[in-house]
């Protein structure tokens, strides 16, 4: 664009129209620099409620992203304990059958590559395993209970079990093997779908983010609106405008990130220690916990969170200022 | 592009609010570089109407209008803040931020240009202890007079050096000889390169500045007999 060759005005060339002596306007500290005003003093429709609600949002976000994540450690961490675990089973018709049978299995199965050890549970532990459905004292009236034997093994052998149960079958008939394949895959399909089922939850804490971002961004705008008309009428862009919101919310939504990740810090903490100190004993249960790195995963919650809110408010703004002149 | 040397060139303009008949009819108004004019007519006559067409808040709801030598009529969007930023308006009812200080204010059109502040500290001082609120700097604007508020609101139209500055009832609110002091600064600045446009109700020191005077009435704009003339 060429701009036409006008010599500018130089003000002060002409007669003041003070008669005071000059003042001069302090440079500002480094300080003041990093906490100027923001030219949109309501951008946020009143900050407070809205860094409730985004400390809110952010807690619960926190929350189900940690479901995510402690649902696939502790699935990943049970299947593969599951998956090196094989049960062989004999029954017979009376104990010495029974007896017999369980040596052979022994047998064959301290012959066999990839077992790493195989326990034959003592009858009292069976019996003890069987005691809720039986009733204490009655476990020993049955003397045909099978024998079970517990079998751990290498993944190698994991992967294909049909020669090793062949060779049980002919070892001994009343033998069977249980590689827990239903179990394992019951509990593989519980997990992923706990899992997407968190995720889920996420997604729509941050879908809920994104709405009360639009929401307060218009709510904004509108209270601003003679402001922002005079910013535009001396010269701002529409960037320049959705910038100002964007750092608004921006600093809004770090607030009530934070806030809400530190609540959901707490609450996990409390839960983790309650498991621990509750139902967390039994060992059937694995240990509930996310650490090390993982841990990370939570504090970039907050962060999207505030990510999230800061681009929905800048694009709202841009929005709504391309629909006036 | 302004070979013509044309600032301003309405041709058969007109505007309307919503339904309403027109507020201005059949405008075809030229101002060239270097140019002044007074904008007189009774309360109502749509001389505030008029100027922000010319700084851009309405586009006319008829005829053509340019801005610079640039098509203003249908300029999209994003070429209005350049527009903007070549023209100083001191606003009829000020349009000061109340949550800044005035120095802020007064700073306001260089810091939505992404200028540093380093860059305009030393003039947005100075062109407030020209203005004679050198002591306000940190004032916020409820806190000062109507007629400070105006010279703040002057300082802020004055700070970028715009080629083209447009003042509506800069007088309004100050004294018989501040009023002067400041019509004698736009003939000032009118000197130094800037076309100026002033809407006023105060006849008088239309009559004692002699500079040409555009006239409203009946939603049309004329040129007021007698008074200067062509410039
Ligand atoms: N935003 C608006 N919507 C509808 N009508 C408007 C609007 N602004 C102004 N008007 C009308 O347009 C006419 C011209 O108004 P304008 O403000 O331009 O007058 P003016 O000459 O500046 O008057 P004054 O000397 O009192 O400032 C008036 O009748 C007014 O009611
Ligand atoms: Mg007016």
């Known amino acids: 664009m060429n701009r036409p060759q006008i010599s500018r005005p130089e003000v002060t060339e002409t007669e003041s129209l003070s008669d005071g002596e000059v003042h001069e306007w302090p440079k500002p500290t480094l300080f003041a620099r990093l906490r100027r005003e923001p030219l949109l003093p309501e951008a946020g429709a009143g900050g407070a409620p809205l860094t409730a609600v985004i400390a809110v949002i952010s807690f619960l976000a926190v929350l189900a992203m940690a479901s995510v994540l402690v649902i696939n450690q502790s699935a990943s961490k049970w299947t593969s304990e599951l998956r090196s675990e094989i049960t062989v089973q004999i029954k017979g018709a009376d104990a010495a059958e029974i007896a017999a049978g369980a040596s052979a299995a022994l047998r064959v199965l301290e012959g066999t590559d990839g077992v790493i050890e195989a326990t034959l549970q003592d009858e009292a ?32 052998l994991r992967r294909d079990l049909d020669l090793l149960r062949n060779r049980l079958a002919a070892a001994s008939p009343g033998a069977t093997l249980d590689d827990h394949a239903v179990w394992h895959n019951r509990l593989a399909t519980a997990a992923r779908s706990g899992q997407a089922l968190a995720f ?23 209270a601003n609106h003679d402001i922002v008309s005079v910013l535009h009428l001396v010269g701002a862009t529409d960037d320049f405008i959705a910038a100002e919101v964007q750092r608004r ?14 609540a959901a810090l707490i609450a996990l903490a409390l839960a983790a220690a309650a498991f621990r100190t509750g139902i967390g004993a039994d060992a059937f249960l694995p240990q509930f916990s996310v650490g090390g790195w993982l841990i990370l995963w939570l504090f970039a919650v907050p962060i999207v969170t505030c990510l999230v809110t800061a681009l929905t408010a800048r694009l709202t703004v841009l929005k709504t200022l391309r629909q006036q002149y | 592009m302004t070979a013509n040397g044309l600032i301003i060139d309405f041709e058969n303009a007109g505007l309307a609010y919503g339904d309403a008949p027109e507020t201005l009819s059949d405008v075809t108004l030229q101002l060239r570089e270097g140019e002044f004019r ?4 009774p309360s109502g006559a749509g001389k505030t109407s008029l100027l922000k067409m010319m700084y851009l808040a309405h586009r006319p709801t008829r005829g053509r209008f340019s801005l610079f030598g640039e098509d203003a009529t ?11 930023r070549r023209i100083g308006v001191v606003f009829q009812e000020f349009r000061l931020l109340d949550h800044l200080t005035a120095f802020e204010n007064v700073a306001l059109p260089m810091k939505v240009a992404g200028i540093n502040q380093n860059q305009y500290r030393e003039d947005v001082s100075e062109l407030l202890n020209w203005v004679g609120l050198g002591h306000r700097m940190g004032a916020k604007p409820p806190t000062l007079s109507g007629g400070e508020q105006q010279r703040v609101a002057l300082a802020r139209a004055l700070v970028s050096k715009p080629d083209l500055i ?5 007088t309004g609110n100050v004294d018989p ?4 002091r400041i019509m004698k600064l736009f003939v000032e600045l009118n000197k130094l390169g800037a076309a100026v446009i002033v809407a006023t109700h105060n006849l008088r020191l239309v009559q004692t500045l002699g500079k040409p005077v555009l006239r409203i009435s009946d939603g049309r704009v004329s040129r007021a007999p007698g008074a200067g003339g062509a410039s």
């Open chain 1, 125 to 156: 532990e069976t019996a003890a395993l069987l005691e809720p459905w039986l009733g204490r004292g009655n476990v020993q009236a049955f003397l045909n209970i099978p024998a079970l034997i517990e079998v751990k093994v290498t993944p190698g």
């Open chain 1, 200 to 222: 889920a939850v996420f997604l729509l804490v941050m879908a809920a983010a994104c709405a009360i971002s639009i929401f307060a961004a218009r709510a904004g705008l509108a």
């Open chain 1, 249 to 262: 919310f921006f600093v809004l939504g770090f607030r009530g990130a934070a806030a809400g990740l530190a």
């Open chain 2, 38 to 41: 007074f904008l007189t007519g």
């Open chain 2, 74 to 84: 249908n300029a999209p969007r994003e070429a209005l803040p350049a527009l903007r």
């Open chain 2, 166 to 170: 447009l003042a509506d009832e800069p």
């Open chain 2, 177 to 180: 000889a501040m009023s002067e």
